[in-house]
């Protein structure tokens, strides 16, 4: 097996790269060596390792990660076979999402995290990077875009969801459930379905830059639109409302919400939900009936994490108003 038939590993951060002190107020990053010790021969055989960074996740920017898929894409490119990513647990699901609006490739990117350091006793680095590896050389996995592999599962990138910050139960799919899985540690890979995507954007696509999210809660976000419209509206690429259940807000958003779009920005509309959907409805001051209206952009049944990330890589891609418009609500289609 040539370099050219492997998995490429690209280690971009994570748990499963450091060794933690017993109080776990420190970490420090494994060597490459340390780091493949733990894995059995023939898995260790099956990939090679590209070091990016061990950064927490919460210093990465979108426009970091570009570069990081970026990266992915030239290793298939190279004649990689597949990539496996190492990532942080905490924003694992949006990682997983913005690669997969941007990941052309038929060869599988798999995206993968542990919970606890490689060497605390009970981590699930090995079995995670030994299943992830085996996932990305199935051929059942090519096609589906990026997927992420944690806890004998494989969840499409665009269901799976960040439910727990503790315990190695912490991410699932509420409707769908995963695509595959692999019953046991030696078994072989079972896929249950095929993944729907939809339109696919360009991987050199930079997303732009200033997008923010403002979600609405019971009388409360005004003072902080008041203070954006004050001084920084100017600076925002784009805004996300994270609204009630249909996509309602206060009242008194009404008119800041025309403010803001006075100013030339978009400005989505997403349930705050986590199985959400946005409902034109009743007809009152502050309805997502009055805001769509408005010219507010629905997000259909994205999460306003979601919406803020797709938004991002739509007004990257320079995309007329309309053709936004669609792009937001590309998942309905499907």
């Known amino acids: 097996m040539t370099q050219k038939d492997k998995i490429a590993l690209i280690m971009a951060g994570g748990q499963m790269l450091h060794r933690c002190a017993s109080d776990e107020s420190e970490a420090a990053a494994l060597t490459e060596e340390d780091f493949l010790a733990y894995f059995r021969d023939e898995i260790r055989e099956k990939f090679y390792v590209v070091n990016w960074s061990c950064q927490p996740i919460s210093h990465y920017t979108l426009r970091m990660y570009s570069d990081v898929i970026r990266l992915a894409g030239a290793q298939i ?77 494989i969840y499409a990138a665009s269901e799976v969801c960040h439910l727990s910050n503790y315990g190695r139960f912490g991410h699932s799919s509420f409707s769908f459930g995963p695509v595959a899985v692999f019953p046991g540690p030696y ?54 409302i994270s609204a009630f259940g249909d996509g309602d807000v206060p009242p008194s958003w009404g008119p800041l919400l025309r403010r803001v779009l006075r100013a030339d920005t978009p400005v989505v509309l997403a349930s705050r939900c986590p ?37 991002a890589v739509g007004l990257g891609a320079a995309l007329p108003d309309q053709e936004l418009r669609a792009y937001m609500l590309d998942r309905l289609d499907k």
């Not at 990941?103 to 981590?123: H, K, M, N, R």
């Not at 990305?136 to 990026?146: D, L, P, T, Y």
């Not at 979600?215 to 001084?231: H, K, P, Q, T, W």
Request: charged fraction near 20%; include cysteine.
């Open 77 to 153: 490119e190279a004649g990689a076979a597949g990539v496996v990513l190492t990532c942080g647990t905490q924003a694992m699901a949006e990682a997983a999402y913005f690669a997969d609006l941007v990941w052309t490739y038929p060869q599988p990117l798999i995206i993968t995290s542990s919970v606890y350091p490689a060497e605390t006793p009970g981590s699930e680095t090995a079995l995670h990077v030994s299943q992830s590896v085996r996932a990305a050389e199935s051929r059942a996995c090519w096609g589906q875009g990026v997927l992420v592999c944690v806890q004998d599962q």
């Open 275 to 311: 199985i959400g959907y946005v409902r034109s409805g009743i007809d009152f001051e502050g309805s997502a009936r009055r805001l769509l209206e408005m010219g507010l952009i629905s997000a259909g049944t994205l999460t306003p994490l979601q919406a803020r990330i797709r938004l």
């Open 187 to 240: 078994d072989e890979l079972v896929r249950f379905r095929k993944v729907s995507r939809g339109r696919i954007m360009d991987i050199d696509v930079s997303p732009a830059r200033n997008v923010e999210i403002l979600e609405a809660s019971l009388g409360g976000g005004d003072v902080l639109l008041n203070a954006l419209l004050d001084g920084r509206v100017a600076e925002l690429d784009g805004l996300v």
